[in-house]
């Protein structure tokens, strides 16, 4: 093949997949999103094992909720029969299409005071059964309040502890299944004497509530 051949076919092939790939993004945005049912997160269990909720449901303030734009969200405290207690937040969208997106505490958390240190990736076992799956790991602390974060990205039957694949597999899913809804899932436990204590009481925390999100985060 001559090169001005090869040239040719370069550019028919280019061609070819640019056209493709414009009809594709047309039918996407046409079909738009899939429905899926799900529970809002007002239902979610107020017990889990030997955790129970500690006061209400808490509500940000209008200007945290016009910058989270979540499109339900739950923020709730849990104590253990031991005295251990725990915060946990989940932050669902829709969709993605419209640009709202879960905020990473990479970027939330050290906006609003906190520093972070000791990342690693750890895993979780959901409490009923099924497969481990993994979550970030970070000690956070503002001024002498000192925390253990664990969060992940959940949504689609998928979940992730890499945001950017979470944002790879968001845009194959809304190609394949006409879907982009997910959420961040967040626990965050006190550090008192002992940082391995804390994360343990985390993970506990996260392993119990694990079974009861595809409810409100569906698969």
Sequence with gaps: MTKRRKDTFRFVLLLALLIAGGLVITVWERAGEAHVERRSLADFPTQLGAWRQVGGDERFDQVTESVLRADDYL??????????AGSFYVGYYATQRNGATYHS?????????WTMSN???????????????????YIIQNGAR????????QGRGRVVANEYWG????????????????????????????ESDALATAVDLASLAAPAL?????N
């Design 75 to 84: 923020s709730r405290n849990f104590m253990r029969v031991d005295g251990s």
């Design 105 to 113: 505490p990479l970027n939330c958390l050290p906006g609003a005071g």
């Design 119 to 137: 990342p690693a990736i750890i895993s979780i076992m959901p409490a009923a059964g099924g497969q481990p799956f993994e979550a970030n790991r």
């Design 146 to 153: 000192r925390e253990v974060l664990v969060y992940w990205y």
């Design 167 to 194: 944002k790879i597999y968001t845009v194959i899913d809304s190609v394949r299944q006409r879907r982009s809804d997910g959420a961040m899932v967040r626990v965050m436990v006190s550090v008192g004497k002992s």
């Design 214 to 218: 595809p409810a409100f985060v569906p």
